[in-house]
């Protein structure tokens, strides 16, 4: 394929990056995004690094342990047959098509498929159950579903005149095997150019506080807009990544796909039900793994286990989706010799604020800006603009490209997130002397007790460092004395249960870490409720602490 210009200005950019990888300050003083006005993704870039590429693009280890990959090459010419196919039934430009597939091939093949066709996709994952894919086929006005044959029961239960596709054994009568799509002409010719302002993707935000939103990006925004991403992973393009992350959710589309590929790393998948650690660890180590992401459940669950299992650590480890704890961080140090790099971003952005390679880490930071990205506080009470803690929000004005258009058929919600050409991300954070931003809490999650603001991810911080607690969550909870008093949510580590003693011992640790306000005065043992992307859901701790609870060990009455 020759070069055309949308693909030499992303070369341009991606190569800048790349070259500037550990040199952070002259990334940032020199970055600029491509703005190309016609830009796809994959037919522009994927298929022209795909061009008698050999190499693995993506590789999946199944659970029995049997590993097969696939080529950019044959990845090229795979997503062409399947964009034929689903344009011979009735996929065209524009249309809204739901994917609900799990870690498997065909998953990045329709991807690639789709995005040729100018398609929206609008991806999904398999844990979803009629109610939520009866709200997401109804308000994405999906035209086609493409789906594991095991989940077609689920849409008995969800009306509609929509194209019906599903993939593996036991298709359904009144569905179409996806399958087929193999025996379609390898040869595509795309139907019309592609604007970079095209929309690309909606995703359905996890909704951990409301109803899901409805996010909306652009050719431009996730493909070109990951570029800050694949700085921040600090990726080469002889790198095999590892990105543990659900398929439907942004953090898949993150690291398991455009963050990679600009690269040209391959994608490495350890495809299992039930998490392993020391299973993931040797499987690491067999397919040569050199950069790892995973979320901070992930990484809580691992230190849980023998790190020293991993004979060939990860060159560059790096953690996003809710903030690290120090701890986790220093644990794995230990163990690996690799600082785990904290990241910041949403579904409705790439990675804005990151601990980049080379750059120093402070321990609980965050991070700076990302290149290409300026980020403001704002202070929530008065609205303007604050040197030092405020809500974290994104110039505009600057044009950084990967933020998302707006919250599709929402224009009120838009207009209030993107008010005075800022983004606002409605998480708060703090920022010191050299410009390191340190989380936290959400807007809605920080709360006041004796009239001293707390961040409960600090205190949840705090929790962690004691080798009993596995998770913690920190709400506030009713006081007539004091308005609220923080009340941890505690998941114990194996080995410990729960109970006055096990409280007793995390009292006396919360007293020997924290400030006398900001102790932990209440605890209550049990599993975190968490949306099915695994976020911990606070607001759900918040209305039971509210609904008051006989489970709780009251600091007060353990002496």
């Keep these: 394929m020759t070069e055309n210009s949308a693909t030499a200005q992303f070369l341009a950019a991606r190569d800048f990056l790349l070259e500037r990888r550990g040199d952070y300050e002259a990334a940032r003083a020199g970055f600029t995004w491509p703005r190309p006005e016609r830009f796809n993704w994959a037919l522009d870039w994927f298929d022209h690094i795909a061009t008698g590429n050999g190499a693995d693009a993506l590789r999946i280890v199944e659970e029995d342990g049997t590993s097969r990959g696939v080529s950019f090459g044959e990845l090229s010419v795979r997503s062409d047959s399947a964009a034929n196919w689903l344009r011979a039934q009735g996929v065209v430009a524009g249309d809204r098509v739901l994917v609900m597939l799990g870690n498997q091939r ?20 398999p844990l979803l159950g009629p109610a939520d894919l009866r709200d997401r086929v109804e308000r994405g006005q999906v035209r086609h579903v493409i789906v594991r044959a095991e989940d077609t029961g689920k849409f008995d239960e969800v009306p509609g005149t929509y194209t019906r596709i599903a ?51 652009t050719h431009a925004s996730y493909p070109i807009g990951h570029l800050s ?27 398991n796909l455009f963050t990679p590929w600009n690269a040209g790393a391959t994608v490495f998948v350890h495809n299992y039900t039930r998490f392993d650690a020391e299973r993931l660890m040797a499987e690491m180590d067999r397919g040569g793994v050199t950069t790892f992401c995973a979320p901070p459940t992930v990484w809580r669950m691992l230190i849980q286990s023998d790190l020293g299992l991993l004979r060939n650590p990860p060159r560059e480890a790096v953690a996003a989706g809710e903030p690290l704890n120090p701890e986790v961080i220093e644990r794995v140090r230990e163990a690996w010799g690799v600082t785990i790099r904290d990241g910041f971003g949403q579904t409705e952005t790439t990675l804005q604020i990151g601990n980049f390679p080379g750059a120093p880490v402070k321990p609980g930071s965050m991070g700076r800006p990302a290149p290409g990205y300026e980020i403001v506080l704002l202070d929530p009470v008065t609205g303007k603009e604050s040197p030092d803690e405020g809500e974290i929000c994104v110039d505009l004005r600057t044009r950084p490209a990967g933020v998302m258009t707006g919250y599709r058929d929402d ?21 010191d002397a050299d410009g390191y931003l340190t989380y936290v809490g959400r807007s809605d999650d920080v709360f006041k007790a004796s009239d001293y603001k707390i961040s409960p991810f ?65 605890i209550e043992f049990g599993e975190l409720p968490k ?13 039971l602490t509210e609904a008051g609870s006989t489970r709780e060990y009251d600091e007060g009455d353990l002496g």
């Design 531 to 543: 949306t099915v992307s695994g976020k911990i859901r606070r607001v759900e701790l918040r209305e």
């Design 167 to 217: 993939a593996g054994a036991g298709v359904p009568t009144g569905w179409r095997r996806l399958e087929d799509m193999y025996q379609a002409p390898s040869a595509f010719t795309p139907d019309g150019e592609t604007r970079a302002d095209d929309p690309l993707m909606l995703y359905f935000t996890s909704g951990t506080t409301a109803r899901p939103k409805l996010v909306e990006h």
């Design 458 to 522: 600090e205190l949840e911080s705090a929790l962690l460092e004691h080798e009993a607690v596995a998770e913690a969550a920190v709400v506030p909870a009713p006081d007539a004395l004091r308005l609220a008093v923080p009340k941890a949510y505690v998941t114990l580590a194996a080995g410990w249960e729960p109970g006055e003693e096990t409280a007793r011992v995390l009292f006396e640790h919360s007293r020997a870490v924290l400030s006398p306000y900001k102790r932990i005065r209440r």
């Design 229 to 255: 991403t694949m700085y921040w992973v600090g990726l080469r393009p002889d790198d095999v990544h590892l990105n543990i992350a659900s398929p439907g959710w942004a953090k898949h589309a993150w690291s």
């Design 411 to 431: 224009p009120e919600r838009t207009a209030e997130a993107m008010a005075d050409g800022l983004y606002r991300t409605g998480d708060i954070a703090s920022r």
């Design 106 to 125: 065909e998953l990045w093949e329709v991807m690639l498929a789709a995005m040729k066709l100018r398609a929206v996709v609008i991806p999904a994952t």
